[in-house]
């Protein structure tokens, strides 16, 4: 029985490292009675946030507006605004980038200052 769970282990341990990389780098601990732990999640998040201020948002048709054009962005999570403060605050990963986001709202007449 001990030889099967040490196959599995090692099987498991193999798989992960295929999909996070080589074990030996140190970020990965596979542990028979856990799966995995990632000690650096940071370098595996991608997931990222940021506040515009968007000078020409005058009322909640505006921040709609932008919420609709940002939205159909690949990898936009949320997207939220303030018309008082006139800002818009975006979460994404990747492929969005803050570039083409600043595209996008350039492109709708909505430019971030």
Same mark, same amino acid.
């Given at each position: 029985?001990?030889?099967?769970?040490?196959?599995?282990?090692?099987?498991?341990?193999?798989?992960?490292?295929?999909?996070?990389?080589?074990?030996?780098?140190?970020?990965?601990?596979?542990?028979?009675?856990?799966?995995?732990?990632? #000690?650096?999640?940071?370098?595996?998040?991608?997931?990222?946030?940021?506040?515009?201020?968007?000078?020409?948002?005058?009322?909640?048709?505006?921040?709609?507006?932008? #919420?609709?054009?940002?939205?159909?962005?690949?990898?936009? #999570?949320?997207?939220?605004?303030?018309?008082?403060?006139?800002?818009?605050?975006?979460?994404?990963?990747?492929?969005?980038?803050?570039?083409?986001?600043?595209?996008?709202?350039?492109?709708?007449?909505?430019?971030?200052?």
């Amino acid at each position: 029985m001990a030889n099967i769970a040490k196959d599995v282990h090692t099987y498991v341990n193999e798989l992960i490292a295929e999909q996070l990389g080589s074990l030996d780098e140190g970020n990965v601990n596979i542990e028979p009675k856990r799966i995995f732990a990632i #000690k650096e999640p940071r370098r595996y998040c991608t997931m990222e946030k940021k506040t515009f201020s968007i000078p020409n948002i005058t009322c909640g048709h505006c921040v709609m507006a932008i #919420k609709n054009e940002l939205s159909e962005l690949e990898g936009i #999570k949320t997207v939220e605004g303030d018309p008082t403060g006139k800002t818009i605050t975006v979460e994404w990963e990747a492929p969005v980038t803050v570039k083409s986001i600043e595209d996008k709202l350039k492109e709708i007449n909505y430019p971030a200052a």
